[in-house]
């Protein structure tokens, strides 16, 4: 009986724990998107500055580079971000896409959007999630 009761408990604890991570995934997205459209807005605004000698048209495209190279990073974060809340609305949250064992807490805390476990990451090597040195 006692077993069922904490069977419960864990039960409505997680329910709640997948709402906090759902809301912390959505306003990550929304952190992304408008970091994404400040960038392009200031990239407009450069592109209207137009440079007046071969100076400072090395230097925009430079900047245009870091920009660019900044934008694709986000997207990619923001792709893994939607992903996590897909797999929130499939009920495969917080499973590791490689071993099928449970992501910590810890780390869901840190990397709200992790595919894998700690142990999976660190073999994929991808580093395209955040350590979050465990
Ligand atoms: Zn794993």
Same mark, same amino acid.
């Given at each position: 009986m006692a077993r069922s009761i904490s069977k419960d408990m864990n039960k409505a604890g997680a329910k709640t724990k997948l709402d906090h991570y759902r809301k912390a995934l959505k306003r990550k997205a929304e952190d992304l998107r408008r970091s994404m459209s400040a960038q392009n807005a200031a990239q407009i605004v450069a592109r209207l500055d *137009? /440079?007046?000698?071969e100076g400072d048209l090395s230097q925009q495209s430079h900047e245009e580079w870091i920009f660019l190279n900044r934008n694709t990073l986000d997207l990619k974060l923001l792709r893994e971000v939607e992903d996590a809340l897909r797999r929130i609305h499939g009920s495969s949250?917080? *499973?590791?896409?490689? %071993?099928s064992e449970p992501i910590s807490a810890k780390r869901l805390d840190a *990397? /709200?959007?992790?595919?894998? %476990?700690v142990r999976c990451q660190e073999a994929i090597g991808a580093g395209t999630v955040p350590s979050d040195d465990e």
């Open positions: *137009v /440079p007046s000698d949250y917080g *499973v590791c896409a490689e %071993c *990397v /709200p959007w992790a595919k894998f %476990c």
